[in-house]
């Protein structure tokens, strides 16, 4: 028999194409500062790590519903930091609108297939994206493009719209216009909409707030279609322990239970327990943003001041920043500072010409990144012309 092993269907994991950079970033004498991810770097809040120790002598196997615990820190936690209202933590099909998951990046990335999506359907994701989209399109075998603007898609064939917002990489928010217009085509088109909303938590505008795809102001009391992924990795530390969940259209969420109930996935038991700790600490996720807004006032400073231009980025972990010219060159010209920056191109064509650049380092190693560019300033804003 001769198959296609799955891999092939898959593009190039990006990381492994900055391999060149990274060894050279990590022969600096002072050591690398690594900004080209989004783990986090500080630890879990001891109320979180506390609970997870607790639970840690549960012998059988969890629920994919979750524990009754969890599935109401959700919907409280979720009306309460996100307006989401309306939500139901039952787990009566049908009636329940919530329903953790492993990780938010195995629930992006599994999603078309668990939506019975394949063949002659186009999955949707934004023009610049978390390369997830585009591995679940791939996974399920569906057709994929590009998009911000529904007006640009072929209603036809469309069946899965991706949102995320705010945006990685670019931290870019849509308005509740945006957002509301995106909801209005899907419905007049029968296409579910999949809002990536794990950075809802870290907006750094007042003057513009994210905004959850289920906020009245946006769906008006109704998630039919809609569903909302989000994820305790950045606002709580957790990408170590896989924890996030759905929540939305009480069918599609019947819909996916029953699928992920068949394949085995089930958020551990200890991982539930320390979830429902984290959804009822909001001191603690507060103390987590003020973190990452001292780190990002210091490297906005330093990157304007060595000359980068930084677009959007109004929320988020990262700062989307482009010296003029193609973000590979970029790449390699901080490597030989020592600082490793994801070129924009992992994200799409339109990001061609910027870098990304995370807050996800130590208070120490933001500092030796912003004095590393002030004192390359003049090399640097060269370069961009400045």
């Not at 998009?147 to 308005?175: C, E, K």
């Not at 400073?301 to 929320?315: C, D, K, M, Q, R």
Request: charged share 20%; net charge negative.
């Amino acid at each position: 028999m001769t198959r296609t092993p799955l891999v092939e269907t898959l593009p190039e994991f990006p990381w492994d194409t900055i391999a060149e950079a990274k060894a050279t970033a990590a022969a600096h004498p002072d050591g690398m500062v690594n900004l080209s991810v989004g783990s986090p770097i500080d630890p879990p809040a001891p109320g979180i790590q506390l609970a997870l120790a607790e639970a840690a002598g549960f012998p059988g196997y969890p629920a994919t519903v979750g524990t009754p615990e969890l599935r109401e820190a959700i919907v409280s936690a979720s009306a309460r930091r996100y307006a989401m209202t309306g939500l139901d933590a039952s787990t009566t099909p049908g009636e329940s609108s919530v329903l953790p998951v492993v990780g938010t990046k195995e629930a992006i990335a599994w999603l078309p297939t668990l939506l019975g999506l394949g063949a002659g359907d186009t999955v949707v994701i934004p023009e610049l994206a978390y390369p997830t989209y585009e591995v679940g399109a791939c996974l399920a075998g569906t057709e994929m493009v590009r998009a911000d603007d529904p007006a640009d898609v072929d209603a036809d064939s469309a069946a899965l719209f991706f949102l995320n917002s705010p945006s990685n990489p670019t931290g870019r928010v849509l308005g509740v216009d945006h957002l509301r217009r995106v909801v209005a085509w899907a419905r007049e088109h029968d296409v579910i909409v999949a809002s990536d909303e794990c950075y809802l938590g870290l907006g750094w505008d007042d003057d513009n707030e994210p905004v959850s795809i289920l906020d009245d102001r946006v769906c008006d009391g109704d998630h039919t279609g809609l569903l909302a992924i989000h994820s305790l990795s950045k606002t709580a530390n957790f990408a170590g322990y896989r924890g996030g969940f759905f929540a939305g259209d009480p069918q599609l969420i019947a819909e996916l239970t029953q699928v992920r109930k068949h394949a085995g996935l089930m958020v551990p038991y200890p991982i539930q327990a320390a979830m429902t700790a984290a959804f009822g600490d909001d001191d603690a996720e507060h103390v987590q943003k003020l973190r990452y807004a001292v780190r990002r006032a210091k490297l906005l400073e330093a990157l304007i001041g060595a000359g980068f231009t930084v677009e959007h980025s109004e929320a988020g972990l990262y700062l989307w920043a482009t010296l003029g010219e193609n973000g590979r060159a970029t790449v390699d010209r901080l490597a030989e500072l020592g600082i490793l920056v994801a070129p924009g191109e992992f994200y799409g064509p339109a990001g061609e010409n910027f870098v990304r650049v995370g807050m996800t380092a130590d208070d120490a190693h933001v500092d030796e990144a912003a004095q590393r560019l002030r004192a390359a300033s003049a090399e640097l804003r060269a370069v961009a012309g400045k």
